[in-house]
């Protein structure tokens, strides 16, 4: 009789897209980039195996969860989740570079991860002029935010999945959420706030397991159609939330590569499979 496999903790569980091989991706970890009351915050940086010395479009993998809350729930920080670790190598395999960090606190360090990212671009690799935001689950409304923050320009697309965004005209779908999960959710902006010209990616999961996740994001994608500004929503109806750790099949995969061709066409002009466009 075939036994079960071993259950393994959330923390350990990677995604179910095939890992890139281990020597088509450089990691450099504990980049320190700022100073806690606890001590350093370091960011890790996730690149492909380069032949020549060129600077790479990047993706800021956004935490909004504090890491003393998240390692007292989950037992290690965001950034050392198999889960995040498994996307950022999935970035850099596809020609981009991933960056993870730990925080103290979300919106000020996420904050100083972007400040230091721009300041030291070019002894990390990266094109500061082509930077792209990505928030999951609980980490999208902070992701959001940022984007409705900053200065025009500052990055050149954003992804979100499964993710929790904003709350708009009146609801409180997201508000409730963050206080029963503890993620950051700035709020008090709308889709005015956000650059005109930013093409955003919605992955919206049918069998979501929190009904007020996709009326949130529901709202914000009519709201983002009504004003004709650049959004893309794939609607993955078999999927549960996380699907990229609990849903594996071919559509999974398929849906992930949609995120990656977003991603490569916004950042590096060409598509996922490495097609010039």
Known sequence: MSEDPPRRHLREIPMVYPPPEPEQVTVVAGIEYAQAATGPLTLDLYAP???????LPAIVLVAGYPDPGYEKLLGCRFKDMAMATSWARLVASFGMVALTYGNARPAEDLDAVLRYVRE???ELGIDGERLALWG??????LALAALALAPRGSFQCAMFSCAYLVDLDG????ADAAKQWGFTNPGGFGV???PADLPILIARAGQEQDPGLNHAADRFVAAMLAANRPISCVNFAAAPHAFE????????????????????FHLAGTSADGVNV
Request: neutral net charge.
């Open 49 to 55: 195996v380069r032949t020549s010395p060129v600077a």
């Open 245 to 264: 750790l609990f849903h594996d099949t071919l559509e999974t995969r398929e849906v992930i590569r949609q995120m990656m061709r977003f991603a490569r």
């Open 120 to 122: 030291h671009a070019a």
């Open 136 to 141: 999951l689950s609980g980490n999208g409304p």
């Open 192 to 194: 005015e706030d956000l």
């Open 171 to 174: 609801a409180t779908h997201i």
